[in-house]
């Protein structure tokens, strides 16, 4: 039952650019790339027990390698979208030597540390287009009418596959060996599992899906510039979707995302007041329901099914 229901979903979400119009698109597409970034980000502090403050410099990397590979290689930007996420896995990889030196909350804030270090480096080297950015120039070898649609496929096939990745998690010995990690590091390592090991894989493959998540999302734009590229906000908002929905679950990510995006477009009348209720909602839900909204229907439902049942 769960199975046809998840499957149509995902024909009524690919079958989208048929029947929307363009505004309602691009709101679907954004909401199919902060899913992507928040899962992605999941995968690290959720599944992982690793916070990072900086997961937006992956974001980045995504964006900058697709405009400037396309510059000045004959590449599609289709093809680039996939190795943008390989190019920020390099990053990643690149960085643990350092970074995995810190523990909890020092991580948090290294990873925020190096985030800024290569905003500040990108944004002043003229190959990167400055602090002015970059236009995306191979979209002259590309029919761009396709492109909202395009990007749309993209960003559903992205979401969808780490929601898959995330269950496959789950059910594999592999997934135990991540929970036993982030529960107690300490005593999972004294029982032969390889933390550090671990600790790498999830964080390049959640910075594959982040740099993913940033080519898809700029794609669209044609435009990259470092304060949109390297805004904090692409961290903030997948902690806030996290917190809100449910850390360490599936369809966490999947309801904060929706309740993030109804509070910000319910409350666009009204700027700065939809981050104020997220704020409120974060907190009630920490002290009430610290799962989540995930963890609230978990709680509600059986109650519900057992009213039914004994009227």
Known sequence: MIRAILALVLTALAAAPLALNAGGLALLTEMLVLLAIAQSWNLLAGYGGLLSLGHHAFVATGA????????????SPYIMVPLSGA????????????????REVYFAIGMWV????????VSRLDYFGGSSGLPLYAARRIDTSWLPATAHWFALALAAGLCLGLWLLQQSPYGLHVHAMRDDETAARSLGVKTRRIKGTIFVLSAAGCGMAGAISFLGTLYVSPVAAFDINWT???IFI???????????PVLGVLLFVLLR???????????????????????????????LLDRLLPRARTAVRDP
């Open 236 to 238: 903030v908002n997948a």
């Open 87 to 102: 190019g920020a896995a390099l990053l990643a990889l690149a960085l643990t030597p350092v970074l995995f030196r810190l």
């Open 242 to 252: 996290c917190v809100i929905g449910g850390l360490g679950t599936i369809r966490g």
């Open 265 to 295: 477009e319910g409350l666009a009348a009204y700027p700065g007041w939809s981050q104020i209720a997220l704020g409120v909602i974060a907190v009630a839900l920490m002290l009430i329901a610290p799962r989540g909204l995930s963890g």
């Open 64 to 75: 900058y390698l697709l405009f400037a590979v396309t510059r000045d290689l004959p590449v």
């Open 114 to 121: 190096a985030a800024e270090i290569i905003k500040i480096v």
